[in-house]
C-alpha cells in the first residue's frame, strides 16, 4: 500500500499512540519508526503532538520531547490544562486534534500520502477531506486491544488501516519499568 515515489508525511497523536502501545505491552522507538517510514517513502515530515503540563518543575514526557525534536521529528505542542473533576480527582486535558488537523490540511497539497497515528473517530471527517484532495491516507492503530484503540468509523474511512501490533517487531521494544512518562498526554483528549 506504500510506493517508493510517492511523498509521505507522519502525524503523530502522541497520547493517542502511546495508549494504543502500552495496550499492546511494548513502547514505541521513534527513531525505528521514522527508519521504517523513510523506506517506505519519501518521508517529508514526522509530526508528534502532544500537551505538556507547564507548572510542574519536571515533566516525564520532556526527555521524549526533546529527543523527539532533535532526531527529525517537528513537534507541535501546546500547554495541557489541569483541573479537579466532581469527585475531587486531578484531571489533565490536552487535546491536539485541531493543531493536526489544521497542519494535515496544509501539507495536502504536497503530500501524496499521509500516515495518521490515532484511532481517534473525531478525525474522520480530516480523512474524507484528505481523501478528496487526492491524498491517500493510511491510520496506524489497534484492533487488539480490549477495548479496540481505533473507533470503526476512522477505520472504514482509511484508505489502509496498519494494525500496530504488526509493526511491533519493527518499530517496538520492550516497555521499561518506570513511571508512565506520558501520563499527561494519556489522560488528555
Known sequence: MFYKDERLALFIDGSNLYAAAKAL?????????????????????AFYYTALLENDEYSPIRP?????????????????????????????KGNMDI??????MELAP?????????????????IASLQRQGVRVSVVSTIRSQPPMISDELRRQADN??????????????PREQSDPRSVSAASG
Open 25 to 45: 505491552g511494548f513502547d514505541i522507538d521513534y527513531k525505528l519508526l521514522r527508519q521504517e517510514f523513510m523506506r517506505r517513502g519519501k518521508l517529508l515530515r
Open 110 to 126: 504536497r503530500v501524496d500520502h499521509i500516515v495518521l497515528f490515532s484511532g481517534d473517530g473525531d478525525f474522520r471527517p480530516l
Open 161 to 174: 488501516f496498519i494494525e500496530l501490533e504488526e509493526l511491533k517487531d519493527v518499530i517496538g521494544r520492550p
Open 64 to 92: 521524549l520531547v526533546d529527543w523527539l525534536h532533535y532526531n527529525g521529528f517537528t513537534m507541535v505542542t501546546k500547554p495541557a490544562k489541569e483541573y479537579t473533576d466532581s469527585m475531587g480527582r486531578r484531571k489533565v
Open 99 to 104: 493543531e493536526l488537523t489544521v497542519d494535515a
